[in-house]
């Protein structure tokens, strides 16, 4: 039996609903408590729990979870409740083809230096305090953060909305993993070189640092989801 999303971790985003509680609003803080990961896959979204944490009616609520099913992050499932989604093996290939298509894009397109990188360097921040807080949790959360501030690069409000939920999808296929620290920490150190590289104005070498970076993250999920990989664990 699935277990009910724990309503504590909604409460507190009732507040950012208090003005005008519409369903985008809705889903953008579903969204993000799924991208941080507080809401892991198969956790039950029951209407009452979720509508009374977040302070809105359940007709919002369920045009949010349509938003979000659309989104493929949420999943009906007929007289059983809304749920969120368990990815497969495909749909962990499927994030990281468009992540290769987006990411190493938008770093291939980047014009002269310098760049706004503050995105990407509060971001490193971020997941350096929390690998020495040891809260391997944050610091996948902080390396979502990183990858949508390199998306942000290309200045485009569209990609920036589709690497939004590309990346919430990313942060379900982590939760498939024994191990965070094992996982998360070694591209702490990725991240760190990516941006070096791009504080060196030098796109290049950040995209074949990036491709190899996916390459191997890809592999490791994989591999945890049964298929193999012909690729070894870690960074390169």
């Known amino acids: 039996m699935a277990a009910e999303v ?3 971790v909604l409460a507190g985003d009732r507040a950012l609903l208090a003005r005008s509680s519409t369903a985008d609003r809705v889903a953008a803080v579903l969204r993000t408590r799924i991208s941080e990961g507080h809401l892991p896959p198969g956790g039950k979204l029951a209407e009452d729990v979720v509508a009374g944490a977040l302070g809105v009616s359940r007709n919002t609520l369920r045009e949010a979870f349509r938003l979000l099913t659309h989104e493929k992050l949420l999943v009906h499932e007929l007289n059983r409740g809304v749920f969120v989604r368990v990815l497969t093996a495909a749909d962990v290939a499927d994030i990281y083809r468009v992540r290769r298509l987006v990411e190493c894009s938008v770093i291939r397109g980047l014009g002269a230096a310098p760049y706004d990188l503050t995105g990407a360097a509060d971001a490193v921040a971020e997941g350096g305090r929390a690998a020495a807080g040891e809260r391997w949790g944050e610091l996948g959360t902080a390396d979502i953060h990183f990858h949508q501030a390199l998306a942000d690069l290309a200045g485009s409000a569209r990609l920036t909305g589709l690497m939004t939920g590309v990346l919430a999808e990313l942060r379900l296929a982590f939760h498939a993993m024994d191990d965070p620290r094992a996982f998360h920490e070694p591209y702490l150190d990725g ?11 030098d796109p290049a070498k950040a995209e074949l640092l990036l491709a190899s970076y996916l390459d191997h993250a890809e592999a490791q999920l994989l591999r945890r989801y049964g298929l ?6 870690g960074l390169r």
Not at 191 to 200: F, H, Y
């Open 228 to 233: 193999p990989a012909a690729d070894g664990d």
């Open 191 to 201: 991240n760190r070189e990516i941006l070096s590289a791009l504080e060196a104005a």
């Open 6 to 8: 724990d309503p504590a």
